[in-house]
Antibody, heavy 117, light 109 residues
Framework: EVQLVESGGGSAQPGGSLRLSCAAS????????MNWVRQAPGKGLEWVSY????????YYADSVKGRFTISRDNAKNSLYLQMNSLRDEDTAVYYC??????????WGQGTLVTVSS | EIVLTQSPGTLSLSPGERATLSCRAS???????LAWYQQKPGQAPRLLIY???SRATGTPDRFSGSGSGTDFTLTISRLEPEDFAVYYC??????????FGQGTKLEIK
């Protein structure tokens, strides 16, 4: 059974940093590209970042470019999101999601990030 | 940037009725890369339809997807109580890499 478990969410002040993690199991993690998708409270879904299976290709949404860094450790079956220079508008539930063929087939349960002074 | 616009914003129907949800793209989208998701409160989204019309594993056959180019539709033939949720369309392939529609809330009338 595929499982994606996020952790690392919490509260941060504007300008602060947080690092999210996603532990994967039940599939060959090193063979799949991964993504972070977020959802602000009461709002819709927003794609945040993509990383290819071997980390050679990385993309970011314009809203986080230059502030967030996606990475992965295939030996540890883990995905990360380093979030710096946090803003109020980064407040959201952050999901890690495996995307195969352009679709997000598997999702974690999400971790809440709250940015507030 | 491709923008996906879903309509209506809220759809009020009764169990047993037919639901038709629309997703319109600002530019042509490859049918291979148009998907639909269902999200219930407090849960992660669930993939329902991919490739515009293919049902994902576990999707009941009362759900069907259609469309091409800029106009796509999710149809639920006969609503069951568990179908009342928020539905999102999503495209892949143009910068930004993935975009979602703003969602349609399907509520019980």
């Amino acid at each position: 059974e595929v499982q994606l478990v996020e952790s690392g969410g919490g509260s941060a002040q504007p300008g602060g940093s947080l690092r999210l993690s996603c532990a994967a199991s039940g599939f060959t993690f090193s063979s799949y590209s991964m993504n972070w998708v977020r959802q602000a409270p009461g709002k819709g879904l927003e794609w945040v970042s993509y990383i290819s299976s071997s980390s050679t290709t990385i993309y970011y949404a314009d809203s986080v470019k230059g502030r967030f860094t996606i990475s992965r450790d295939n030996a540890k079956n883990s995905l990360y999101l380093q979030m710096n220079s946090l803003r109020d508008e980064d407040t959201a539930v952050y999901y890690c999601a495996e995307a195969y063929g352009g679709n997000f087939e598997y999702w974690g349960q999400g971790t809440l990030v709250t940015v507030s002074s | 940037e491709i923008v996906l616009t879903q309509s209506p914003g809220t759809l009020s129907l009764s169990p047993g009725e037919r639901a038709t949800l629309s997703c319109r793209a600002s530019q042509s989208v490859s049918s291979s890369y148009l998907a639909w998701y269902q999200q219930k409160p407090g849960q992660a989204p669930r993939l329902l339809i991919y490739g515009a019309s293919s049902r994902a594993t576990g999707t009941p056959d009362r759900f069907s997807g259609s469309g091409s180019g800029t106009d796509f539709t999710l149809t639920i033939s006969r609503l069951e109580p568990e179908d009342f949720a928020v539905y999102y369309c999503q495209q892949y392939g143009s910068s930004p890499m993935y975009t979602f529609g703003q969602g349609t809330k399907l509520e019980i009338k």
